[in-house]
């Protein structure tokens, strides 16, 4: 059996004591890829993990930051990304259409927040905080093209699924709507391509139009 991680078992390994705190927060997000989401891969095979999403939002996002409705810094964009979901750690993951379990989301992220950034060095703490409390506010240019990708990603998935977490009951295309309004915000073409979404499956069918719930 593999020896358990634990903090003797780390400092047994360095006598930087900085260093030690850095690879106890780099173990401890490894987690981020036992954390399942509801999104289902496009060959429908499984549904993805946290890790999974972080990695296809941020390549999404180099490839579509020309498309963002103000200019961002990208690497700034990144940076958010691949922190904004780690207090899921701890929080787990909230379905986007549950509407009891998002009614305590933000005070369970908050107490993971406080947890799992304070595993790092101070200064890194705080920069990495930060940059999540950045992500969670979406008052900056960068905070809201991040939202943008996060929001995007699962709509691209769902509609290529035919469906996919839109199938669940009790969810209309005004709920879609209201999901997918942050990307419009970031960016005109990402939010004309998501109304055209929205009603190409509204079309075929796989989206309960609002009326229709």
């Given at each position: 059996?593999?020896?358990?991680?634990?903090?003797?078992?780390?400092?047994?390994?360095?006598?930087?004591?900085?260093?030690?705190?850095?690879?106890?927060?780099?173990?401890?997000?490894?987690?981020?890829?036992?954390?399942?989401?509801?999104?289902?891969?496009?060959?429908?095979?499984?549904?993805?993990?946290?890790?999974?999403?972080?990695?296809?939002?941020?390549?999404?996002?180099?490839?579509?930051?020309?498309?963002?409705?103000?200019?961002?810094?990208?690497?700034?964009?990144i940076a958010m990304l691949l922190i904004h979901d780690i207090v899921e750690i701890d929080a787990g993951d909230t379905f986007a259409y549950d509407h009891l379990a998002r009614a305590s989301q933000a005070e369970r992220e908050m107490k993971a927040a406080d947890r799992i950034f304070a595993i790092l060095p101070d200064d890194q703490a705080q920069e990495f905080r930060a940059?999540?409390?950045?992500?969670?506010?979406?008052?900056?240019?960068?905070?809201?093209?991040?939202?943008?990708?996060?929001?995007?990603?699962?709509?691209?998935?769902?509609?290529?699924?035919?469906?996919?977490?839109?199938?669940?009951?009790?969810?209309?295309?005004?709920?879609?709507?209201?999901?997918?309004?942050?990307?419009?915000?970031?960016?005109?073409?990402?939010?004309?391509?998501?109304?055209?979404?929205?009603?190409?499956?509204?079309?075929?069918?796989?989206?309960?139009?609002?009326?229709?719930?």
């Amino acid at each position: 059996m593999p020896q358990a991680i634990t903090a003797d078992a780390l400092e047994s390994l360095s006598p930087n004591h900085r260093l030690l705190q850095q690879l106890a927060f780099i173990l401890e997000v490894e987690k981020l890829k036992t954390v399942l989401r509801r999104t289902p891969l496009l060959d429908r095979s499984r549904v993805e993990n946290d890790a999974e999403h972080t990695w296809q939002l941020a390549l999404m996002a180099m490839v579509l930051s020309e498309h963002s409705r103000e200019p961002v810094n990208l690497q700034h964009v990144i940076a958010m990304l691949l922190i904004h979901d780690i207090v899921e750690i701890d929080a787990g993951d909230t379905f986007a259409y549950d509407h009891l379990a998002r009614a305590s989301q933000a005070e369970r992220e908050m107490k993971a927040a406080d947890r799992i950034f304070a595993i790092l060095p101070d200064d890194q703490a705080q920069e990495f905080r930060a940059l999540w409390d950045e992500f969670e506010l979406k008052a900056t240019p960068e905070a809201r093209f991040a939202n943008a990708m996060d929001r995007l990603q699962p709509t691209l998935h769902n509609f290529f699924t035919e469906g996919g977490t839109w199938n669940t009951k009790g969810v209309t295309s005004a709920d879609v709507e209201r999901r997918t309004a942050p990307i419009a915000l970031a960016s005109d073409s990402l939010g004309d391509l998501c109304k055209t979404l929205i009603a190409e499956a509204i079309e075929q069918g796989i989206l309960v139009p609002e009326s229709g719930a």
